[in-house]
């Protein structure tokens, strides 16, 4: 078993085991969680493939198995998989914790701020594809939810604490990744700022993938929960 297999596993089965917990009772949301894993898994998978057709990073196989599909290493799959599973599970655990969404009022505006600050970055990095392509599609995104999702912003506040407090595990894992180095990145197509070798595109295209699965789970829920209500 390679490393990124531990790794995915390490991250994947707790939450899974988890989820039968009668106080979270993740697995009665398991019904929108999946769906909404898969679709944004379809677009997260292609998005991989291409950036390893362009170069973009690389995977060193000392640290991975031989099993490749699409192009990618199967261990990439699972990790999508499993880091778009604890990302909601995260999400929907914080409704124990925090009772109100003390964040929702503020939501447009912390949205307006991060797309202000990613266009500038985009201006700035536009031919870096790793920039150009991650800040483009988050700032996208958050501009959906400003214009488009109105009916929606009773859960960006909880989305943003969520993100915030998966950028601690997730920090750590790309720390792992990128150090041993699992994944290699392409210099020349990032912009160059990095904490721990772990380069600032990696957050946004994180931010994209957690925003992706939350506004689909979120939607899923609304569609087939009657009178359905965040808090």
Not at 149 to 172: D, E, N
């Amino acid at each position: 078993m390679s490393l990124y297999w531990i790794i995915d596993l390490v991250l994947l089965l707790p939450l899974l085991a988890l989820s039968f917990h009668k106080k979270i009772n993740f697995v009665s949301k398991w019904k929108f969680v999946f769906p909404a894993i898969v679709i944004v898994y379809l677009f997260m998978i292609v998005w991989e493939h291409f950036f390893i057709e362009w170069g973009v990073w690389f995977f060193n196989v000392d640290y991975i198995s031989s099993v490749f599909l699409f192009g990618v290493p199967i261990e990439e799959h699972v990790f999508i998989w499993a880091l778009s599973f604890a990302s909601v599970f995260v999400y929907e655990s914080m409704t124990l914790v925090f009772q109100r969404d003390y964040l929702g009022r503020y939501s447009i505006a912390i949205s307006i701020v991060i797309c202000l600050l990613m266009a500038w970055l985009y201006y700035m990095y536009y031919t870096r594809l790793y920039m150009g392509i991650a800040s483009g599609c988050a700032s996208f995104l958050l501009i959906q939810h400003i214009f488009v999702f109105r009916s929606h912003w009773r859960y960006m506040g909880h989305f943003f604490v969520a993100y915030a407090l998966m950028l601690v595990p997730i920090t750590i894992i790309y720390w792992i990744l990128a150090s041993l180095p699992v994944i290699l990145y392409n210099t020349t197509e990032e912009i160059g700022l990095q904490f721990g070798k772990i380069p600032l595109e990696n957050y946004l295209y994180y931010l994209f993938q957690f925003l992706c699965v939350i506004t689909i789970y979120e939607l899923l829920k609304k569609k087939f929960i009657k009178d359905y209500s965040l808090f």
